[in-house]
């Protein structure tokens, strides 16, 4: 049957055209074809993959950011506790310091009152006793002549006087 | 047996060949109708397959329908001898 | 959204209710065009018929010498044989409808009836009741294999579609790849090279990559891109009704047959050792039951190229009979009943066998590239791979 019987003449030329076909299209169209459009695709997906690689850095940056804002918060929370204990420190320095100089000076002053004091009872004493002989000379010069009975009696008004 | 046979394909070949391509009709048709049937299934159930299930559909129909086209060359065969 | 799924729903009901109708049409139809013509050649009254225009579908379907236009205007075209020994003889058509009328052969040794040319050696003519010439000079020349060693290779009608195809195809793509070099790979495609690109895209992206693999696909992307035009620019052309197309090209057996014996070389020559293990000496049974698998799979690798062949050409075949047959329809309700109004009901039907013929060539030049790298794929697909897939499957 003529309708499934290859003829020969067609199986020719259509071999004949396919392989021309085939071989210029393949060199002249296929080939620059396909390798614009992987041009094409290489950079889409290139600018696809830069875009990635910008979000990615713009995030880390983000991070980094972050991790920089908490880094300088916890500095800062470091240096204001610091700040804080270093203030309480002097002030409790200042505060024992002064605390020792006022215990000093008290310390200071009740000594030099006693001194004072016992330099003043010395003192009286002494004034006392000048004091004494001076009254008991005038008593006596006044009232006695004789020198005996004046001894006796100040040694009695010395033995009255007490001294504290 | 061969004189018969001649004859019944001389004289029976166009019978046979009308035979032959009805039924193939009714195999496509089924076939076909069945593809059609489960891809309106398919689709009725994911909507969003529409183009994937449409695409599938069509190849297979022209599977089956290769299938009754065969057929078709043979009844044309027949019909010539 | 819900308009969108509708109209989608639409055209999908369309689509069935189309390609139902086809399968049902193309096998009662086809008992038509045989009967037709009949009566115009035998009877006399419908002689005038075939002087204005004889409707033979199965002559429009087979190949011819001239490239018919209307009537009895033909291009004519050169007609090519080579004779070993003697050369060439080449001559135009237009000598075939001229026979010597007193021994009725054409430069003393052809013999041309109904599209089929003879050679007759001797002069004498001898003619049988089928009117072929009979004796042991005579042989037909459009065979392979006949008798006599001649070679026509002529450019018929489908040889004139073919190289015309040939030539559209490089103008196409040559063009489309100079688009290319001078809008540089920056700018965004345009125009017919931006339609191309798709197409080539989906060649290479749906039907490429994932039969044959993102590995080996480069290599065989040139040959499924060319016969995936090739196929589609040639059943395209089919459909145009008049002169440089029409021809019926890829719904000739040579075409396919060319197409699917490359692809099965394709198999042959590229099939990797797991592709040929696996069909020759199939792993893990016994000798009987490797001898009969080899057979039985040596039988699958050649019948699916076998299938391809008949798939292309019945269906594009068949679109031609159809829309033929529908046409011819008008003539014989005319003939037999009277009156032109079913000339409407015909036009209108035909007009939608182009539309779903259109649909159709695509259809067959996607699935014949798609068989094609499937087969392809399986043959150069590695062992290991498919191990890997087993392993990831379980």
């Known amino acids: 049957m003529e309708l499934l019987n290859p003829s020969f003449g067609l199986v020719f030329w259509m071999l004949i055209s396919f392989f021309v076909l085939l071989l210029i299209l393949r060199k002249y169209a296929w080939k620059p074809i396909l390798n614009s459009v992987k041009k094409r695709e290489d950079s889409i997906t290139e600018a696809l993959n830069s875009a990635k690689e910008a979000e990615k850095k713009l995030a880390t940056l983000k991070s980094e950011n972050e991790a920089i804002m908490a880094e300088t918060k916890k500095q800062r929370d470091i240096i204001l506790k610091e700040a804080r204990e270093a203030k309480e420190k002097i002030i409790n320095e200042a505060k024992t310091a002064a605390q020792e100089e006022a215990n000093r000076l008290t310390i200071a002053a009740r000594e030099n009152i006693n001194n004072e004091k016992m330099k003043a009872v010395t003192e009286l004493r002494n004034q006392v006793a000048l004091l004494s002989v001076e009254i008991a000379e005038k008593i006596l010069k006044e009232k006695m002549g004789d020198s005996a009975k004046q001894t006796e009696v100040m040694e009695n008004i010395l033995k009255e006087v007490t001294l504290n | 047996m061969s004189n018969l046979l001649n004859i019944l394909l001389e004289s029976w070949g166009p019978l046979g060949a009308g035979i032959g391509a009805g039924l193939a009709a009714v195999g496509a048709g089924i076939g076909v109708g069945l593809i059609g049937g489960k891809a309106a299934e398919g689709i009725a159930r994911q909507p969003e397959a529409l183009n994937a299930i449409r695409g599938t559909a069509i190849i297979f129909a022209a599977f089956v329908e290769g299938v009754a086209l065969f057929a078709a060359v043979i009844a044309l065969l027949a019909m010539g001898s | ?394």
């Open chain 3, 1 to 394: 959204m819900d308009r969108i799924n509708l109209k989608n729903r639409i055209l999908t009901a369309v689509f069935w209710v189309f390609l139902g109708a086809f399968s049902a049409f193309a096998q009662h139809s086809d008992p038509n065009p045989h009967s037709e013509p009949t009566p115009t050649e035998e009877t006399g009254e419908h002689k005038e018929h075939s002087k204005e225009g004889k409707f033979d579908v199965m002559h429009h379907i087979a190949d011819d010498y001239s490239f018919p236009l209307a009537g009895d205007y033909y291009v004519w075209l050169p007609l090519i044989i080579f004779e070993p020994g003697k050369g060439f003889d080449v001559f135009l058509s237009k000598e075939l409808h001229n026979p010597d009328p007193t021994t009725g052969l054409i430069r003393g040794k052809y013999y041309y009836n109904h599209g089929k040319l003879f050679i007759v050696e001797g002069g004498h003519l001898q003619l049988d009741d089928k009117g072929h010439p009979i004796g042991k000079h005579s042989a037909k020349l459009t065979d392979i294999g006949s008798s006599h060693v001649f070679y026509d290779i002529s450019i018929t009608k489908n040889t004139f579609g073919l190289l015309l195809s040939v030539v559209l195809l490089l103008v196409i793509f040559i063009s489309v790849a100079r688009a290319y070099k001078k809008r540089g790979t920056d700018t965004a495609p345009r125009g017919l090279q931006n339609a191309m690109e798709s197409i080539i895209l989906f060649v290479k992206n749906d039907i490429a990559i994932p039969f044959i693999g993102e590995k080996k696909y480069a290599k065989f992307l040139p040959y499924l891109l060319t016969i995936f035009f090739f196929i589609w620019i040639n059943n395209l052309l089919g459909l145009i009704p008049i002169f440089p197309g029409g021809a019926n090209v890829s719904g000739n057996i040579a075409f396919t047959f060319v197409l699917a014996t490359l692809s099965l070389l394709l198999v042959f020559i590229f099939g990797k050792k797991h592709f040929w293990g696996h069909i020759l000496w199939y792993p893990g049974v016994n000798v009987p039951l490797k001898i009969f698998l080899a057979v039985l799979e040596l039988v699958s690798v050649v019948s699916k190229p076998f299938a391809l062949m008949i798939r292309l050409f019945a269906n594009i075949t068949a679109g031609h009979i159809l829309i033929m047959s529908i046409i011819g329809m008008t003539f014989m309700v005319k003939s037999l009943i009277g009156g032109v109004s079913i000339g409407i009901v015909t036009s209108l039907f035909s007009a939608l066998m182009f539309v779903l013929e259109l649909l159709v060539g695509a259809i067959q030049a996607y699935i014949f590239t798609l068989l094609t790298a499937q087969m392809i794929g399986a043959a150069v697909e590695e062992g290991h791979e498919e191990h890997k897939e087993h392993a990831a499957a379980h």
